[in-house]
């Protein structure tokens, strides 16, 4: 009675038109009143408590990151850069788009973040050249949620923070498994496009692919700073998001000079209403999360998953159909903090690394925001290249599912994961 509870009043709440942060709060409220519970005392306690958290600062700091990223020049940058380096072969403003995600990816964490600004810069270039443009978005839009998996990664920072899991392994072990998207998403580019008859740009010479990389040199250098610094124990994630954040701002202001007061200032408040949003979600999700603890539902889905107990593969194969399920109605961030506090204590109970599992967890919920009808970067790359959701969705399909493929690949295979992971972390 108290799962049908949860679910019935957090998605009637959302089949209201209620804003999911506001939904949380209600299923919260429907909990207690079922339990004899309902105190507004202990209800606001835990909204404040689901907010103060000094890894959740990490979130705020990730944001400027990517909005100075867009702004300063640094993501223009990183995109001239693959220009030189592959833009000459076949399909190459594909293979640009698919190495500039990958290098923006290791900046901001955001993927709404790195997909506007690879559909701004890339997807007219595209349409010029002759691509398909349903199919280039589509490439983008796949492209760009390789953020949230590629260190720094806000998903990984709220799941650590609702999974009570390491951040910092958590970013390493998200390394090989976000490059294994790339390289999914590439070899699918090859096979889409090899039919279409486009001329390629021609190739940079030496001197301009120099040129390239001197431009580019500042803006790579913060993924080496943050993963180095986070490997040896120099700062913690939170610490990095700082160091991400001030680096940008420095190399955007005082090195590119591409920004002055103003443009500081209105990156400041995009941050800062981005934030808001999120952090929000995380405090109602505090409600929901406590009174799923109080009324023992991750006991009751533990019996309910007991068949597959045995077989931590089966297991995980049957949470990433769900999961798959709810991404395609769900965002990102209400999914990771409504699911992880029912999952984490099944996954625990059948032995499966808390670690390993956040990356596959994350990553079902990155490839979520292009799963239609709700596919957030979806609307992202129709609003930018105003082209039509079908169009969108059309293009996207056969990327979305190599991204799949990679996903049970790993799920069949956890020591690609564990391995490397294990690796980094020493």
């Known amino acids: 009675m108290t799962v049908f509870i949860f679910l019935g009043s957090l998605l009637g709440a959302m089949a209201l038109g209620i804003p999911i942060a506001y939904s949380l709060l209600v299923c919260g409220v429907a909990l207690m009143w ?46 001239k850069l693959a220009m030189t380096l592959v833009g000459h072969v076949r399909g190459g403003l594909g293979y640009v788009a698919i190495l500039a995600a990958v290098l923006m990816a290791a900046l901001s964490g955001s ?18 050249a002759g691509h398909d443009k349903a199919r280039a978005g589509g490439l983008l839009a796949s492209a760009g949620i390789i953020a949230p998996i590629i260190p720094p990664s806000i998903g990984f920072v709220i799941f650590g923070v609702a999974a009570n899991v390491s951040i910092g392994k958590l970013f390493l072990a998200g390394i090989v498994p976000g490059l294994l998207m790339g390289v999914s998403i590439a070899l ?14 021609p190739k940079a010479t030496r001197a301009e692919k120099m040129k390239a990389l001197r431009e580019s040199t500042w803006a790579l250098v913060l993924p080496v700073i943050v993963l180095v610094g986070l490997k040896f124990g120099v700062f913690t994630p939170t610490e990095a998001a700082v160091v991400a954040a001030v680096y940008a701002l420095f190399v955007s202001t005082v090195v590119y000079r591409e920004m002055g007061v103003k443009e500081v200032y209105e990156v400041f408040v995009a941050a800062a209403r981005t ?26 889905m533990i019996g309910l998953l007991q068949p597959f107990m045995d077989s931590p593969t089966l297991l995980l194969v049957m949470i990433m159909l769900l999961v798959m399920a709810v991404g395609t109605a769900m965002d990102m961030t209400p999914t990771i903090l409504i699911m992880t506090p029912v999952l ?59 991204e799949f493929a990679v996903m049970f690949l790993l799920v069949l295979f956890p020591s690609i994961v564990t391995g490397p992971a294990r690796w980094l972390a020493n």
């Open 34 to 79: 079922h339990m004899d519970l309902f105190d507004a005392q202990i209800l606001a306690q835990n909204v404040i408590n689901g907010a103060d958290s000094f890894p959740l600062l990490a979130v705020p700091f990730f944001m400027l990151a990517g909005e100075v990223m867009n702004v300063g020049g640094l993501s223009r940058r990183i995109v």
């Open 111 to 128: 993927a709404v973040a790195d997909t506007a600004a690879l559909a701004a810069l890339l997807l007219p270039m595209m349409a010029a």
């Open 188 to 201: 699918t580019w090859w096979y889409v496009a090899r039919k279409e008859n486009v001329t390629p740009p």
């Open 275 to 300: 934030t808001a949003v999120i952090m929000f979600l995380v405090a109602a999700a505090m409600v929901s999360a406590w009174l799923i603890t109080v009324a023992d539902i991750p006991s009751q």
């Open 344 to 402: 984490m204590p099944v996954v625990k109970a059948a032995g499966i690394d808390p670690v390993y599992f956040g990356v596959l967890f994350i990553m079902n919920n990155a490839i979520g925001l292009v799963t239609p009808p709700v596919g957030t970067v979806l609307n992202v790359v129709a609003g930018v290249g105003k082209m039509k959701m079908d169009a969108v969705t059309r293009g996207v399909i056969p990327f979305m599912l190599a």
